[in-house]
């Protein structure tokens, strides 16, 4: 088995990678996802659950942290989905605010390490954010782009020239030995997607061969302490389900209120929502606010993460958008 862990803060388009993995899915393979979301409210394994026939399971673990507070879960559920389905890949995405050495811990324990033949991280960074975010958060920027090996600077559409160039260079005093892909919308030439997802090395080993997954360590006073939980702590989340019908024109005028900041200081919305006409996914990343078509669900569902929230302020807002 191949396990993939695409990791990256809230909104630097680890869903929307994953989502084009699975229209351009590793052929002849057997895929489970593990989605580990930070929120009490899952919708990223909402979307992902629509790829039913390039995907074997989907599996959300809300409500916490791959870390910390649900790393038994996550064994659990790692090792229940290689019984149950025998998987050849198995790509994890954990919440935006882990700590990928503290995924690594757990990947890498004894009960793990023996159900992969091969082990590839694919760190997503949002070029139009991340100069202010090494800014405000350099310990966690550092912990996760010196672990990279294959890093998709993502939405590189929302820069100039000359800043993309100074963002490599900043990633690269980082980690002198990662791979940076440009990408806008998480999309990779073919062949490169396979290069970091490890099918063509995979394809040349042939079976029966375990090549030695990728070192995700560092060495000396870079490890980090085993409390850094990244940044779990920092944030807040709202999430609900429903069961009613929404009105669209409302929902978009909403998530623009959160993007106004009237709620608080709202880093990551995404909802997906049952309209008297169809099903709509909405999100807030980057300060943009995206709308697009989505699979018909059982229920309508939205997750907020932020600081300083609002809550009763945004349930009643999103009662106001309930179609009568």
């Known amino acids: 088995m191949i396990v993939n862990i695409v990791y990256g803060f809230l909104g630097a388009g680890k869903t929307t990678f994953i989502r084009y993995m699975m229209e351009n899915p590793p052929q002849g393979e057997k895929v489970v996802i593990l989605v580990n979301e930070f929120g009490e409210v ?5 979307v992902l659950s629509s790829y039913g026939a390039q995907v074997a399971e ?20 790692v090792l229940e989905l290689h019984h149950r389905f025998a998987p050849d890949r198995m790509i994890v995405e954990p919440t935006g605010v882990a700590t990928i050495s503290q995924i690594m811990q757990i990947v890498e324990g ?37 672990r990279s090996k294959s890093v998709l600077l993502n939405k590189i559409d929302r820069v100039k020239p000359t800043m993309l160039n100074l963002l490599l260079e900043s990633i690269k005093e980082i980690n002198p030995e990662v791979t940076v892909y440009p990408t806008s919308f998480a999309r990779l030439d073919p062949s490169l997607l396979e290069t970091i997802l490890g099918i063509s090395h995979h394809k040349e080993e042939g079976p029966g061969l375990r090549p030695q997954p990728e070192e995700a360590h560092v060495l000396g ?7 850094d939980h990244g940044l779990a702590d920092e944030f807040e989340s709202f999430g609900r389900r429903y ?23 709202v880093v990551r919305a995404k909802g997906i929502f049952r309209t008297s006409e169809d099903w709509i996914r909405l999100e807030l990343a980057s300060g943009e606010v995206l709308i697009e078509p989505a699979p018909t669900g059982e229920y309508s569902a939205v997750s907020i993460i932020g600081q300083d929230m609002v809550a009763q302020a945004m349930d009643d807002a999103l009662a106001d958008c309930r179609a009568e």
């Open 110 to 146: 004894e009960d793990l390490r023996p159900l992969y033949s091969e082990l590839s991280l694919i760190h997503l960074l949002d070029a139009s954010q991340l100069l202010s975010f090494i800014k405000s958060h350099r310990h966690f920027m550092e912990n996760q782009i010196r």
């Open 58 to 77: 989907v599996v959300e673990l809300p409500s916490g942290c791959i870390c910390c507070t649900i790393a038994s879960d996550f064994r659990r559920q």
């Open 221 to 227: 006073d870079q490890e980090d302490h085993d409390h």
């Open 42 to 46: 899952g919708i990223d394994g909402l």
């Open 243 to 265: 069961s009613d019908s929404f009105s669209r024109r409302c929902l978009e005028s909403f998530f623009q209120t959160l993007k106004a900041g009237s709620y608080g200081n």
